[in-house]
């Protein structure tokens, strides 16, 4: 058929929710040949997730966009929970606060999934040309298996249809009426203006016309009822349960006193969840009573008979004796609780899948955006650097055990957490949460992401176990994120966490920890290591020149930094060997690879404990990678640069040897 386009492209991205917006920010960061595409007119406005872990604030701040959560967002540390005190009113037990809430820069945080998604589309407007085609919907799928393992071929072909006006925005996301067709319930009032902008331009009707797309890699990010999932046969596996739910995102009017704090109230028949949220609104998970969305006669509940003065009548027996009523609902929905997973995240290292459409759960954990983000960031940074030719194709076989197994815990966490909600007298109910909350703070806040061996996590021992210690003695360990700790740049004294420190932008960085440069020895081993750093190994001038880089965009697939450990007053900057502040003759030195571990009296954060907190002697320091996405892929002692060769060999493409 003429009128049928066809091209060819690296990457495909299927979805534009959280988790495909994730995974196209790299593709904009490392200058990969892609595209995105979603079947929805407009991105998402209202509802839907709203939580925020204190990982994924620290992958925001990566990326440079975390004060926009800040400054839009509501904190959420402490939770009360309320019990009936046996006389006909509620009691608060709280508040309970993790102890581990300062082992963050950031904290919980709750905004709406909108906002996250207009974050993450403006960064990748400020890195690229990249664009969600939406009104696109991806419906037909060939793959030749045959040409899997030939890099250069391009094995699937997906057909993408431009869709009409009225496909792309279903009568039930269309307000009646109006100068413009927006989501049903949606009103100017309730949109910041850069999102009411895009709801406008996004309304105008299109052309339709059907594409075939030849590509490299295709990353499925299509949601629960994933398409793409389908297409390469993987089941969701798992079953749903007969509870349904009511949640509501409204502007309470409520004589509660905590209805602007995180928590709970429990009653007889049920408990909801209260989570306070930007701009007075607050949602509310509501249990819905069974037997009033009972089908009469088959004993099954009926979700599409709940209604919003249902959930809201829940809430007023619930919080009785307090008194409960609204004028603004910003967003409702009903469901019914699932816990569901793939067994495999992948097919072939050539299709992936990322976000709901390879696990759901009940949204009561506060994580089903949180979890996308994060596979979408996993898999983002090794498809684009694959298919830049920067990293060997070998580490896509990581996406899957990384991301499954905190997949299979997520969906532990929501079976202990869920379960707490329905039905029950059971008086030790706030201890229990306050227990099954404690007990996955780390895996839910992303403390610990458990990532086993691989060629991207170098361990000298196999402690892969979730209860793994620190394997190489101190407390950067392989597999997981490097901890955050805020250092002074030594050229300027300014204060930054190693969060902003480390970017994203798709390089590996080489940290070296230099200890205290005050005494000669130490002074005579970062010496040396410079030294070896800047020969590599073969016949490249150094370590640097070794690797392929990203083309246009870096000039090195690796990066170097230095923190030391002694006063900042006692080291010069110009101690430091010439690889720690490289030279040019137009821009001068470069001054923010420099770091210092020492206490800054106008910051209390930056106190001067980073070494004590990574467990690193301050002396002696030591060396570690620290892969594109801030976890610590291989730790030494600063004379282990050979080690540290074959690891980063294992993962980068040498360039060709130069005659
Ligand atoms: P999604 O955000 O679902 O994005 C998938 C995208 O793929 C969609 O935009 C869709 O249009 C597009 N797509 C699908 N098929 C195709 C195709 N064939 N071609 C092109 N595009 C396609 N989480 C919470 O934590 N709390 C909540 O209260 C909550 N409520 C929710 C309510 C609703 C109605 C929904 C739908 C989700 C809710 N969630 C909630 C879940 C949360 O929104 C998801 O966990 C999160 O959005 C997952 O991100 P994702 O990118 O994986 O998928």
Redesign the pocket.
Known sequence: DKNILESEIDVLI????????MAAYWMARCGVNARI????GTK?FT?????LRCRTLEIFDSMGFQHRVLQEGHVAVEANFWVPDGRGNLTRQGPHCSRKVNESPFRNMLLN?GRIERFLLDSIREHSDLQVERG????AFEYDSAKASDPDAHPIAVTLRTLSDEEANPSSLRAEGGPHKVASGVARGSLLQDDWEELLSKSRAKETRTEIVRCKYVIG????????RKQVNIPLEGSSTDHLWG?IDVVPITNFPDIRRLGTVTHPTGTILIIPRERNMV?L?VPVQAVEANVPGEGRHDRSKITLEMIKHRVQVILAPFTFDYKICDWW?A?QIGQRIAPTFSKDNRVFL????VHTHS?KV????NM?MQD?YNIGWKVALVAKGVAQSLILNTYDPERHRLAEMLLDFDRHWSGLFTESEDEEKAQSMIKVVEFFEDFADGRKSFYGPSPLVWKKHDDSGPTASASEGCNLIPGERLPPVKLRMQADGNVKWTTAILKSDGRFRVVALTGDLRASTQRSRVEALAKRLSSGRGSEKSLFDRYTSLTGIHDCALDVLAIHSGPWTEVEFFDFPDVFHPFDTVHGWNYDKIWCDDACPWDRDCDGTGYERWEVDRKRGAIAVIRPDQYVGWVGELEDVEEMIDYLDGILVTRPATA
Do not use: F
């Not at 509802?47 to 939580?51: I, N, P, T």
């Not at 990322?354 to 459409?357: E, F, I, L, V």
């Open positions: 299927i979805g534009a929710g959280p988790s495909g917006l595409v979603d079947k929805r998402v509802g839907q997730a709203d939580g999934q696109v919907i991806a419906e990010c299509d949601g629960a009822h994933s398409w793409t949640v949602r998970y929905a469901y990322a976000g709901d459409a949204p506060g994580l089903g955006m996308s979408g």
